[in-house]
């Protein structure tokens, strides 16, 4: 990484006063810090994934109500 950038950053850092400007780029310099968990996935859960993605785009899906609903009624059999 290039000196040039860190020394930048912090002469800025240094000259600002506004807090919510400063607590944001903390949390976006502490999340470059973390992994990514896309990557921690497997290849099969990523492509499970996927292919929720593109049945929710179609519509093939049901709501969180009418699955209740459902449930409701297969614990009445």
Do not use: P, T
Request: charged fraction near 45%; charge should be negative.
């Amino acid at each position: 990484m290039s000196d040039i950038i860190k020394q930048e950053l912090h002469r800025l850092v240094d000259r600002c006063d506004n807090e919510m400007l400063l607590e944001e780029a903390k949390v976006l310099l502490e999340a470059g810090d973390k992994k990514d968990w896309w990557n921690e996935l497997s290849e099969e859960d990523k492509n499970l994934i996927m292919e929720s993605e593109v049945q929710y785009g179609k519509g093939d899906f049901i709501s969180h109500e009418e699955l209740m609903k459902r449930f409701d009624e297969w614990k009445k059999k």
